[in-house]
């Protein structure tokens, strides 16, 4: 497995880094076949899994109920949870105890918060020794407020995002998330901070990408954001589907091959 150390060392060496998330077993599986170096369960899962109308619906249960599932299907890749909406920016105490519990429960490596508000709680992690990735620009879990399209398009706007950014650093995040930006602000940013700086949306310039599992594979997803480029296409999956279903209809499956040979009628008395 890498490690925060690695990263840092890919950073400094100019080596990209890659970011997918994984939501269950089979995902984190091929996650770590294809060599993806941090696998991020994200709250994204309320939509590509669960079928929430936003992130805002996702719960602390349903983060670990998946997570757990992702750590049995990948033990070798540092895997990043996300906390979910309400969960953080409750009082000191409840936040500290919300990360300890999704922490320790789901055995990640790191968690992931959403927004600058969170450097108190990022500092008391890092003090506690739980690693926390940050999450700016773009904070789906604010959709509310922000909406979903670029965040820092104005001169204010990026100032504001690369003095948060630089707060993240300060505050012990690890590394730093940058979604939905300008790809010359998310440049200046990851060449400020000395954490790594992983963008969605972002631009090239980074110090990795990040992007969501069915998203890159056209997997029950109806919405392709501009930043989404599809590796490959799971709606082929329906047509396979369409297939069992005809051939179940016409008499073709089972064929022989796909029937035990042994015969225990003759012994039978029926
Ligand atoms: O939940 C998620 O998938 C994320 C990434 C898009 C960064 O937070
Ligand atoms: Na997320």
Redesign the pocket.
């Known amino acids: 497995m890498k490690f925060l150390h690695d990263f840092m060392n890919m950073k400094s060496n100019g080596e990209k880094m890659t970011m997918l ?1 994984a939501y269950d077993y089979p995902s984190a599986k091929q996650a770590e076949q294809a060599g993806i170096e941090t696998i ?1 369960v ?3 899962l309320g939509m590509t899994v669960l079928g929430y109308e936003s ?1 805002v619906q996702v719960t602390m249960q349903d983060m670990k109920h998946h997570a757990k599932a992702v750590r049995r299907g990948a033990r070798d890749t540092f895997m990043v949870v ?1 906390m979910p909406f309400g969960t953080v920016g409750v009082d000191d105490k409840t936040d500290m105890e919300n990360a300890v519990e999704l922490y320790q429960e789901t055995n990640a490596n790191a968690l ?1 918060m959403e927004g600058a508000h969170t450097a108190p709680l990022i500092k008391r992690c890092t003090q506690s020794g739980i690693p926390v990735v940050a ?1 700016l620009g773009l904070t ?1 879990q604010s959709f509310g407020i922000t909406g979903y399209k670029l965040q820092a398009a104005s001169k204010e706007a990026a100032e504001e995002l690369i003095a948060d950014a630089k707060l993240m650093e300060q505050s012990g995040a690890v590394m730093l ?1 940058l ?1 939905a930006i300008p790809s010359d602000l998310a440049a200046t940013i990851t060449k400020t901070l000395s954490i790594p700086v992983i963008g ?1 949306g972002a631009g090239a310039d980074t110090d990795g990408q ?1 992007l ?1 599992y069915h998203d890159v594979l056209n997997y029950g997803v109806d919405r392709k954001p501009k930043f989404v480029k599809r590796y490959g296409d799971f709606t082929t999956g329906v047509d396979a589907l369409k297939a069992y279903h005809e051939e179940v209809k016409a008499g073709l499956f089972p064929s022989p091959e796909f029937t035990y040979k042994k015969q225990i009628m003759d012994e039978v008395d029926a």
């Open positions: 998330t991020l994200g709250d994204s992130t996300d992931k999450h789906p998330v979604e969605i990040v969501v």
